[in-house]
């Protein structure tokens, strides 16, 4: 609570009346300065206590469980950030980016305020008429903004403003904001300190609190899908025509698992890799009516040429959605490594003497030759405080991201979840169990083509005769498990809580020994990947890089079939994978069969939606193409 006179004489920065004579102070005054008590939502509870003493413990620290939270205000309430500039050009990246609620002095939305903290002064009975109040950020002023609720709405508090003593009997209303996000915590920590001193007759005395802005968090699979991104390609070509269908495809199985928010489409840009341009996040606080106010935060990929990006400003930023990216991104860092396929979050877990509330993120570094995710953002993502990246070894994959082998699963255990990982194993053992049975003549793959988009001819026979695909999967499976040990080490997940998911992975095709890896859907008889897909596969991104890549000699791999984990989780047991093309033996898709038996173990109902030649021969699956708002209502700071 209140700090002492003697302390703040030396450190307070004095507020004085300029070009007033104060009155003769009384002598209570005089003798006894009235006690400042300054109060902020201490306890979270939506409420700043100033009947009694819940929100005075711990007012001057902050800790994960405790301690008062106000909000990066970057939404756009009211719609007014300009996406063109003069002439209907576009505005610059840095230009789009600078505009949100909290780049102005104004309240901007409800007249609740809801998107401020608050802060409250108790009543200061029998203060003399010629006292006065300031208000100081004492530490975090550069991030922090302050207003002062009045009868004619809030005032924005600068360093002229002051408090009369008729408010200060009265007690103050304050809200706090702050003007971004938590970028560098060796530069701001996101802790604010707000200074209420109170000055008369040449005597003042003063009392601190302690916030800090709430934490970007990303979301995790325990929190419920709300609405689902996708982009929508125009035209009447046959991509097209098939991309369109399998974004109705995906509104049907949207509806069916309960999600009742339309698709949110991009339309403007091509880039069918929704779920790489973005990822989405929130901030969240207690709000004033005690109900946790929300805003989400799309976190655009650390990839400045990636046009789509810009469409997060032009249709997503708006009342309680607003948009961030970083800026300083290296050449020097792998460009695929950067889209936010790479990046996925662990659900809640404690373990040993750590523990991560709100989750954990997951991301994909290259260690056979030492690429990471952009510096910048992996400093924004652990500067939050809260979800502090892991790093998976993703140098086997040609695109490099998690998502690829790796999924979180809901699950009726005491830890709540279980981990889905990516089993070639499985998948050649499906294979040579069909072969044995004198099945190897059938199809590798059921998937109907056309002129334009081809459809592979081997047989399963020549699958398995190939001269890399035995050899590509006993490597892949031995980098996934590589991987799964790191994810059990830190998590204390066991062995029992392992949902396998039969896969099969392939290398790139053309001459690996020219160090060409530009690569295809398989070795034998899909021929080149036709312009149509190319134009939007990944194989375009992949060109960015060049040999900056791998090392040479290093084999890096993509789905063969279509990699199941790498689809979406529409509801605590509903989820949609991609569909296998498998071969089909006695009626039946063998690897449709046994991936609907791995997630109908782990109690999850599978539902099919066909990606192939939109997202998988472009080297993705169904999650790469999509992006999903999840609920953010619980508590990120309880267990």
């Given at each position: 609570?209140?700090?002492?006179?003697?302390?703040?004489?030396?450190?307070a920065?004095t507020?004085?009346?300029?070009?007033?004579?104060?009155?003769?102070v009384?002598?209570a005054?005089?003798?006894?300065?009235?006690?400042?008590?300054?109060?902020?939502?201490?306890?979270?509870?939506?409420?700043v206590?100033?009947?009694?003493?819940?929100?005075?413990?711990?007012?001057?620290?902050?800790?994960?469980?405790?301690?008062?939270?106000?909000?990066?205000?970057?939404?756009?309430?009211?719609?007014?950030?300009a996406?063109?500039?003069?002439?209907?050009?576009?505005?610059?990246?840095?230009?789009?980016?600078?505009?949100n609620?909290a780049?102005?002095?104004t309240?901007?939305?409800?007249?609740?305020?809801?998107?401020?903290?608050?802060?409250?002064?108790?009543?200061?009975?029998?203060?003399?008429?010629?006292?006065?109040?300031?208000?100081?950020?004492?530490a975090?002023?550069?991030?922090?903004?302050?207003?002062?609720?009045?009868?004619?709405?809030?005032?924005?508090?600068?360093?002229?403003?002051?408090?009369?003593?008729?408010?200060?009997?009265?007690?103050?209303?304050?809200?706090v904001?702050?003007?971004?996000?938590?970028?560098?915590?060796?530069r701001?920590g996101?802790?604010?300190?707000?200074?209420?001193?109170?000055?008369?007759?040449?005597?003042?005395?003063?009392?601190?609190?302690t916030?800090?802005?709430?934490?970007?968090?990303?979301?995790?699979?325990?929190?419920?899908?709300?609405?689902?991104?996708?982009?929508q390609?125009?035209?009447?070509?046959?991509y097209?025509?098939?991309?369109?269908?399998?974004?109705?495809?995906l509104?049907?199985?949207?509806?069916?698992?309960?999600?009742?928010?339309?698709?949110?489409?991009?339309?403007?840009?091509?880039?069918?890799?929704?779920?790489?341009?973005?990822?989405?996040?929130?901030?969240?606080?207690?709000?004033?009516?005690?109900?946790?106010?929300?805003?989400?935060?799309?976190?655009?990929s650390?990839?400045?040429?990636?046009?789509a990006?810009?469409?997060?400003?032009?249709?997503?930023?708006?009342?309680?959605?607003?948009?961030?990216?970083?800026?300083?991104?290296?050449?020097?860092?792998?460009?695929?490594?950067?889209?936010?396929?790479?990046?996925e979050?662990?659900?809640?877990?404690?373990?040993?003497?750590?523990?991560?509330?709100?989750?954990?993120?997951?991301?994909?570094?290259?260690?056979?030759?030492?690429?990471?995710?952009?510096?910048?953002?992996?400093?924004?993502?652990?500067s939050?405080?809260?979800?502090?990246?892991?790093?998976l070894?993703?140098?086997?994959?040609?695109?490099?991201?998690?998502d690829?082998?790796?999924?979180?699963?809901?699950?009726?255990?005491?830890?709540?979840?279980?981990?889905?990982?990516?089993?070639?194993?499985?998948?050649?053992?499906?294979?040579?169990?069909?072969?044995?049975?004198g099945?190897?003549?059938?199809?590798?793959?059921?998937?109907?083509?056309?002129?334009?988009?081809?459809?592979?001819?081997?047989?399963?026979?020549?699958?398995?005769?190939?001269?890399?695909?035995?050899?590509?999967?006993?490597?892949?499976?031995?980098?996934?498990?590589?991987?799964?040990?790191?994810l059990k080490?830190?998590?204390?997940?066991?062995?029992?809580?392992?949902?396998?998911?039969p896969?099969?992975?392939?290398?790139?095709?053309?001459d690996?020994?020219?160090?060409?890896?530009?690569?295809?859907?398989?070795?034998?008889?899909a021929?080149?990947?036709?312009?149509a897909?190319?134009?939007?596969?990944?194989?375009?991104?992949?060109?960015?890089?060049?040999?900056?890549?791998?090392?040479?000699?290093?084999?890096m791999?993509?789905?063969?079939?279509?990699?199941?984990?790498?689809?979406?989780?529409?509801?605590?047991?509903?989820y949609?994978?991609?569909?296998?093309?498998?071969?089909?033996?006695?009626?039946?898709d063998?690897?449709?069969?046994?991936?609907?038996?791995?997630?109908?173990?782990?109690?999850?109902?599978?539902?099919?939606?066909?990606?192939?030649?939109?997202y998988?021969?472009?080297?993705?699956?169904?999650?790469?193409?999509?992006?999903?708002?999840?609920?953010?209502?619980?508590?990120?700071?309880?267990?």
């Amino acid at each position: 609570m209140g700090t002492s006179h003697a302390r703040h004489a030396a450190l307070a920065i004095t507020v004085t009346v300029i070009g007033a004579v104060l009155a003769p102070v009384s002598p209570a005054f005089a003798a006894q300065p009235p006690q400042v008590d300054l109060r902020a939502d201490v306890n979270r509870d939506g409420r700043v206590d100033v009947g009694g003493t819940t929100d005075t413990s711990g007012e001057d620290t902050w800790s994960p469980a405790r301690g008062a939270v106000f909000l990066p205000n970057i939404d756009d309430d009211t719609k007014r950030c300009a996406v063109k500039g003069p002439g209907g050009k576009p505005l610059p990246d840095a230009k789009l980016a600078a505009c949100n609620d909290a780049a102005d002095t104004t309240v901007n939305g409800s007249a609740d305020a809801a998107d401020l903290a608050r802060v409250r002064s108790l009543p200061m009975a029998n203060l003399p008429a010629t006292a006065t109040g300031a208000l100081t950020v004492v530490a975090g002023a550069k991030n922090t903004r302050i207003y002062v609720k009045r009868s004619t709405g809030w005032a924005w508090v600068t360093a002229k403003t002051r408090l009369s003593a008729a408010e200060l009997r009265a007690g103050v209303e304050f809200g706090v904001e702050s003007t971004d996000v938590i970028r560098d915590n060796a530069r701001w920590g996101g802790r604010s300190v707000i200074r209420l001193t109170v000055t008369s007759g040449g005597k003042s005395t003063s009392d601190e609190v302690t916030l800090r802005v709430a934490p970007l968090l990303t979301h995790h699979h325990l929190q419920n899908a709300q609405q689902l991104l996708v982009t929508q390609v125009p035209g009447k070509d046959e991509y097209a025509r098939r991309q369109q269908a399998f974004v109705k495809g995906l509104a049907a199985e949207v509806k069916s698992a309960g999600i009742n928010k339309p698709l949110a489409t991009f339309d403007k840009y091509g880039d069918v890799w929704a779920q790489d341009f973005v990822e989405p996040g929130y901030v969240s606080m207690t709000g004033p009516g005690g109900g946790r106010q929300v805003i989400r935060v799309m976190l655009r990929s650390a990839q400045a040429d990636r046009e789509a990006g810009r469409e997060l400003f032009e249709k997503l930023r708006g009342n309680g959605v607003g948009v961030v990216q970083v800026s300083g991104v290296r050449d020097s860092e792998e460009w695929t490594l950067n889209s936010m396929g790479n990046l996925e979050t662990i659900p809640p877990y404690a373990h040993g003497d750590r523990s991560f509330p709100a989750g954990r993120i997951i991301m994909g570094e290259r260690k056979d030759n030492g690429s990471k995710p952009a510096q910048v953002m992996r400093t924004l993502l652990k500067s939050q405080g809260f979800q502090d990246p892991l790093f998976l070894d993703t140098s086997w994959l040609h695109v490099g991201h998690v998502d690829e082998f790796v999924q979180f699963l809901p699950a009726d255990t005491p830890r709540g979840w279980k981990i889905g990982i990516a089993d070639p194993e499985a998948g050649l053992r499906l294979l040579r169990e069909a072969q044995q049975a004198g099945h190897g003549r059938t199809r590798m793959f059921s998937v109907p083509g056309s002129k334009d988009l081809p459809a592979p001819k081997e047989t399963i026979d020549q699958a398995l005769a190939s001269k890399w695909l035995v050899a590509d999967n006993t490597m892949a499976a031995k980098r996934i498990a590589a991987n799964l040990d790191v994810l059990k080490r830190e998590t204390g997940v066991t062995d029992a809580e392992v949902v396998r998911v039969p896969a099969l992975y392939t290398r790139g095709t053309g001459d690996e020994e020219r160090g060409d890896r530009m690569p295809r859907l398989s070795r034998m008889g899909a021929g080149e990947i036709p312009d149509a897909v190319r134009e939007h596969g990944q194989q375009k991104e992949l060109a960015r890089q060049g040999d900056r890549a791998a090392p040479p000699g290093t084999v890096m791999t993509s789905a063969y079939v279509p990699g199941a984990v790498n689809g979406i989780l529409l509801g605590r047991d509903r989820y949609l994978a991609p569909r296998q093309w498998g071969p089909v033996v006695g009626g039946k898709d063998i690897f449709t069969s046994a991936v609907t038996d791995s997630y109908t173990r782990a109690g999850m109902k599978v539902s099919y939606i066909d990606d192939w030649h939109t997202y998988h021969v472009g080297m993705g699956e169904v999650h790469c193409g999509t992006n999903t708002l999840r609920d953010a209502s619980a508590a990120w700071w309880k267990p």
